[in-house]
């Protein structure tokens, strides 16, 4: 009787529709489709023409880019040491005029780096601020190691992972900008990092500026995602600055799934030219109200950045992104609605505390309902949870006409909270649909459970279950998959499971250890891990 009631329910099923995602610009709500821009995705495709191109200018600028490029860092390394030889890190000494005149050599040495690279121009409008005016610089988006672009025409401070310091060329040229370090070994470091930060933006401008790039991460420039509050836990004014790369081909973007470092530096050397621009924005002074909440005043200063970027805003964070490096056979598809519930759960709490015996726990649960659907309400009281705009949200990502499996709903939080544990959740998902006869599911409910890891509304598993059960036994147990996997882990690409391809990540990790990656942006995180930081600025009205 369970099978032909399943098979009833999930035929023809479409899960994942082309639902609205919560975004604004201009300070305005509005609506993009689910089908928008993965910010954690950057692919290139290349015309007959520019691939020819690129390898003519291979053999030709390339090199001699590259070499004018490291020479210069060489040249700089001198002068940086000179200038940091005695000079103390826990105070600011008045500028002397020959450390004013290494100042400008190095600005001078790292402006013909850049313009050996093809960044003939740089475009800058707006009037910086003063130190005494605006403490902190936040710039966003955050897209590549270009970013520090502009952190050499200032040398303004930033934050570092205090390894850096200890790299050979690299960790004198970083310590001249008087950074503040961040040490992975020191659990206290976070707390010290963001004291430092008060200390010099409470100076009156007898520290340099410190530039922070809010976002924490590296995106493709799609949207602004979620800033972190470290920047704006001083209370102190800042100043927004946006970077825009208004290039043909963007070579520039460098993000968890795409083109990796080398390649990216290797394509933008190949351009004739890069363009930048640069514009800071006017001085933002907090109100009482920010200077309590710094949740606040991050998602204040990140709407003003929108609107000058004319991009929308999605409360998509680092944390997210981890959906989008995960390797293996279930990568995620640069559509996949995962990410969008991610940030629902995170916004309702719903990660918090989420261990492998909560999940096994909430799978007995689902199990116990025998795949009885359950409505919104229904869902509601099954989270413990208030009927909220978010609530009905999750749902909709779910429900077939008004109701849904909480089965699906199981399988996709493992997914966020596992991102790197895919084995896991299949097996968990297995339990939760699995014939208590024989431990194994039938093919629509493999349909079922791949959809729902992969968050998509589309998986063509014909072919797939097929080749799995050579037997013709017309189900298969989790075993059987496992065993295909090993022979097989392309399987989405190998059976044309899916309409796209899946991209290739540019960081890839596969461990549990990985479960917690650095970003890949230059620049550290320094923000408190804080379970209800993420869920602060949510819980604010904008006016």
Not at 175 to 199: A, C, G, L, M, Y
Not at 340 to 356: H, I, N, P, S
Request: proline fraction near 7%.
């Amino acid at each position: 009787m369970r099978r032909v009631k399943t098979r009833k329910m999930l035929i023809a099923r479409m899960r994942f529709p082309n639902r609205k995602l919560h975004t604004a610009v201009d300070g305005e709500d509005s609506g993009v489709s689910a089908h928008f821009k993965n910010p954690f995705v950057h692919e290139l495709r290349f015309t007959p023409l520019q691939k020819l191109k690129i390898a003519v200018m291979t053999v030709t600028l390339f090199p001699v880019r590259l070499l004018f490029a490291a020479f210069m860092m060489l040249l700089a390394w001198p002068f940086a040491f000179v200038a940091t030889v005695g000079r103390s890190e826990d105070a600011v000494e008045p500028l002397s005029w020959w450390r004013w005149l290494v100042d400008l050599v190095l600005k001078a040495i790292m402006r013909a780096m850049w313009f050996s690279g093809g960044f003939h121009w740089v475009s800058v409008k707006g009037r910086p601020a003063l130190p005494s005016e605006a403490p902190i610089l936040t710039m966003a988006p955050h897209s590549s190691y270009f970013d520090a672009i502009p952190v050499t025409m200032t040398m303004a401070s930033i934050v570092m992972k205090a390894e850096s310091k200890d790299i050979p060329l690299w960790g004198t040229l970083v310590k001249f900008i008087r950074p503040v370090f961040v040490s992975r070994s020191d659990q206290d470091s976070r707390r010290k990092t963001v004291e430092e930060i008060k200390r010099r933006a409470c100076s009156d401008g007898e520290w340099p500026q410190i530039m922070i790039f809010p976002e924490g991460t590296c995106t493709n420039r799609s949207c602004l995602i979620e800033f972190k509050p470290g920047a704006f836990i001083p209370g102190v004014p800042v100043q927004p600055v946006v970077l825009r790369y208004p290039n043909e081909m963007d070579t520039i973007s460098w993000t968890w799934q795409g083109p990796g470092a080398f390649k990216i530096l290797w394509l933008t050397l190949c351009q004739l030219h890069n363009s930048v621009e640069i514009e800071y924005l006017p001085t933002y002074t907090p109100s009482e109200e920010e200077k309590k909440d710094p949740a606040l005043f991050a998602s204040n200063v990140r709407r003003i950045m929108a609107k000058a970027l004319g991009l929308p805003i999605i409360d998509y964070s680092f944390e997210d992104c981890q959906l989008a490096m995960a390797k293996g056979p279930l990568r995620l598809p640069r559509h996949t609605c995962l990410l969008e519930f991610a940030r629902l759960v995170r916004r309702l709490g719903l990660k918090t505390g989420v261990t492998d015996e909560v999940l096994h726990e909430e799978g007995f649960r689902a199990r116990k309902l025998c795949g009885s659907r359950l409505d919104v309400k229904g869902f509601s009281q099954y989270l413990n949870q208030p009927m909220t705009e978010a609530v009905q949200d999750i749902f909709s990502l779910f429900e077939e006409h008004g109701k849904m499996d909480v089965r699906e709903y199981v399988i996709a939080l493992s997914v966020v909270c596992r991102p790197f544990r895919y084995l896991e959740t299949i097996k968990l998902a297995f339990r939760m649909f699995e014939a208590q006869e024989d431990g194994a599911v039938v093919e629509e409910e493999l349909a079922v459970i791949l959809k729902t890891a992969l968050g998509i509304g589309d998986f063509a598993v014909s072919d797939l279950f097929r080749a799995i059960d050579c037997q013709d036994k017309g189900k298969l147990t989790f075993d059987d998959f496992c065993q295909f996997l090993e022979n097989c882990p392309d399987f989405a690409e190998q059976y044309h499971c899916l309409s796209e391809p899946i991209p290739q990540s540019s960081r890839e990790a596969t461990s549990p250890s990985e479960s917690q990656p650095s970003t890949n942006g230059f620049c550290a995180d320094f923000s408190p891990r804080d379970p209800n930081t993420h869920d602060a600025a949510h819980s604010k009205k904008q006016d």
